[in-house]
């Protein structure tokens, strides 16, 4: 009789809650995954999508063997050779394009597909020796971070169980539902107690029809809505003063601007009647124990970073940021803040290279001077996750381009690999993990062994190192022995808590993390309302020009907004081999479907000066008027993709993505996802 044992290991994927997990295997294979009932924030559940991750490590798109690009690029035809092979193909490659064109002509790609933090980051050492291009890493949360560190500094979030006593918690611009499920148990418990949850978001969610209240904000609109409600307190003195006395400046500048400017701006600018805002600044005044949880996808747009200035400098208004009981501010938690050059290790680069936003990998594919020769992609799938999807397709397209890709399964991207080569997933790889959604850290050790011939990354980029001829000692390291130099003197790691104990399965609790958020109570951190040096960002949360969106000759050619927020059955494009065929939904209001003539259940085309996709309509007020709104990234089908017989780049429709824009948000230079305007017609 086979025997199941069950195996500690921890959620690698893009998500705030980070989870713990406990996966039953038998005869060697994992069969089940669940929540881990001994972690504080898991508390024993898992949402639907890890559920069915298992399935991922058998199914019949996993990679199990590197492999050699036989057909033409795109259409994932390959041969089988060894490691052995491959290692050998990659290194002369590598070299031979490094003698002709140098080493900025290769370019690495990747992400958070894989949130561990030694292989999230296993290529950066071999790439700083080699001198290739850098790549900036800016798709995710660049923008919420860079408003958050203008108005905040280095101040972490507030703990999440704090919420859990609140009497009002507004969810701003996050899902929480489908992005941040563990938050939603203090959402309950609050609410037993007698609390409101108030969402705010451009389209009513899952989380805004669970609400007691919802508040439509226009996309890209929060500045004018935040602002809007500061003016609200202000006139009426319902601020916190003491608290504004204490801990911030530039508060009487802030104040000056908000009372200079007319009601109108903001109303036109939030999408909210002043009626409502009031409303609004009523609530938050009527309620101390207020608890904001806010949402990195407000950010994905051309004012996004000035809307979480707004945001943050309206819950200091609040003096939310003293905490106390109920009370507190949530983006990112900052838990841990371990230095990052341990796993980097930047000095091994000989001189500075060229930075690569990879938001902007179509234009690195198809114009960059000098060119890319080589893509090198792990951790990530960029022809379904990145902007201006068309364009990078036809940067992949290129027969000059040598792309290797690294990855789990047969990726939309992984088909124009011309070198393929299997990677682990996480329950077959030793890593070290931290939630920004919550205060704690954990190591997962291997549940199994990898299935066929995968590697980790940090097994790929240290021998590929080795075969170039790379011998400095962090090339010699182990994946242990690297997690255990970035973990010592980790700050946020509490005192008394041993490296080697956290290795042998025992969960960390941040050192940053406080039982009711008293994060200022010190008097030791200044939020500053003003920033007088921040030139050429404004110099305090104020309203600002929309790029896309404020743009009238693409208005008059393409009247739609159209925003693209998560899917409840996907992460990023995670998952989306569970799909085949599926095209997804598109909410449009019930007037612009009579407009456009199009019925609930119609195959809809959605088309603009970048690309095409196709979705079918579902007819809701769930979404306002000119708001069209797309959730997941669905990988694209395949009849739709294939080009016509002229050959014609029009006669293909792609992912959602080929709508999206290569412009960069106001600060950090992130992605504005949410900034795409687009037509709408029957097909």
Request: with cysteine; charged share 20%; net charge neutral.
């Amino acid at each position: 009789m086979a025997i199941k044992i069950q195996k500690k290991t921890i959620c690698p994927l893009d998500c705030p809650d980070t989870c713990g997990m406990l996966a039953t295997v038998e005869d060697g294979r994992v069969v089940a995954l669940h929540g881990d009932k001994d972690h504080p924030y898991t508390a024993g559940f898992i949402c639907r999508k890890m559920r069915r991750y298992p399935e991922r490590l058998y199914c019949a798109q996993r990679i199990l063997y590197p492999q050699l690009r036989v057909g033409r690029k795109g259409a994932g035809e390959f041969r089988r050779i060894d490691w052995q092979q491959a290692l050998d193909i990659l290194a002369a490659r590598l070299k031979a394009i490094c003698q002709q064109y140098g080493g900025e002509s290769i370019l690495p790609y990747s992400y958070a597909g894989n949130m561990g933090a030694v292989n999230r980051f296993a290529g950066y050492p071999f790439f700083h020796r080699l001198g290739t291009s850098r790549l900036d890493q800016t798709i995710c949360s660049a923008a919420s971070g860079a408003g958050w560190q203008k108005q905040c500094g280095n101040l972490p979030g507030c703990p999440p169980e704090n919420a859990a006593d609140a009497e009002l918690i507004v969810a701003w611009g996050i899902n929480i539902k489908v992005t941040n499920v563990h938050f939603w148990r203090y959402v309950t418990h609050a609410r037993k107690k007698g609390a409101r949850l108030l969402v705010i978001d451009p389209y009513c969610n899952q989380t805004g029809k669970a609400a007691d209240n919802y508040l439509q904000v226009k996309p890209g609109g929060d500045s004018g809505l935040a602002l809007g409600v500061m003016k609200s307190l202000i006139e009426k003195n319902k601020i916190d003063q003491q608290f504004i006395d204490r801990h911030t400046e530039g508060f009487a500048q802030q104040a000056a601007y908000v009372m200079a400017r007319d009601w109108e701006s903001f109303v036109s600018e939030s999408g909210v009647a002043k009626d409502e805002i009031e409303e609004l600044a009523a609530l938050l005044a009527g309620a101390p124990r207020t608890f904001f949880r806010i949402g990195i996808g407000l950010s994905r747009n051309s004012r996004g970073g000035m809307s979480v200035r707004a945001i943050a400098s309206l819950a200091a208004c609040l003096g939310l940021f003293a905490g106390g009981k109920g009370r507190g501010v949530l983006l990112s938690s900052g838990a841990f803040r371990g230095d990052k050059g341990k796993l980097t290790y930047p000095d091994l680069a000989s001189a500075p290279t060229r930075i690569v936003n990879m938001i902007q990998l179509g234009h690195a594919l198809t114009a960059l001077d000098p060119p890319v020769k080589a893509l090198i992609v792990y951790n990530s799938n960029p022809m379904s996750v990145n902007p201006d999807g068309a364009m990078v397709r036809r940067g992949l397209q290129r027969e000059d381009l040598f792309t290797v890709v690294h990855e789990q399964v047969m990726t939309p991207t992984a088909k124009y690999a011309d070198l393929l080569l299997p990677a682990t997933i996480f329950l077959e790889n030793l890593d070290v993990y931290t939630g920004y959604g919550h205060f704690y850290l954990g190591v997962a050790q291997p549940a199994i062994e990898p299935v066929g011939e995968a590697w980790s990354n940090f097994k790929l980029f240290q021998s590929l190192a080795l075969k170039m001829g790379f011998n400095e000692p962090v090339f010699q390291q182990s994946c242990e022995e690297r997690i255990v130099d970035y973990l010592t003197d980790m700050p946020g790691f509490p005192a008394g808590c041993a490296v080697q104990d956290v290795l042998a399965g025992s969960l960390v609790h941040s050192a940053y993390s406080s039982v009711d958020g008293r994060v200022l109570a010190d008097g030791t951190h200044t939020l500053r309302l003003l920033s007088p040096n921040s030139v050429p960002e404004p110099t305090m949360a104020c309203l600002t020009a929309a790029g896309e969106f404020g743009d009238p000759d693409l208005q008059s050619r393409y009247p739609f907004r159209l925003i693209t927020p998560p899917h409840p059955d996907l992460l990023n494009s995670t998952f989306g081999e569970f799909y085949p065929g599926t095209r997804g939904s598109v909410l449009v209001h019930p007037e612009d479907a009579a407009m456009c003539q199009v019925q609930d259940g119609d195959t809809v085309r959605l088309s603009n000066g970048r690309g095409q996709t196709k979705r079918l309509a579902k007819v809701t007020t769930d979404t306002g008027r000119g708001v069209l709104v797309a959730e997941g990234i669905f990988w694209p089908v395949e009849e739709d993709a294939e080009v016509a017989g002229n050959g014609s780049e029009n006669a293909i429709h792609g992912g959602i993505n080929d709508l999206t824009s290569q412009k960069l948000t106001d600060m950090g230079g992130g992605a504005t996802f949410h900034e795409s305007l687009v037509s709408l017609a029957k097909i």
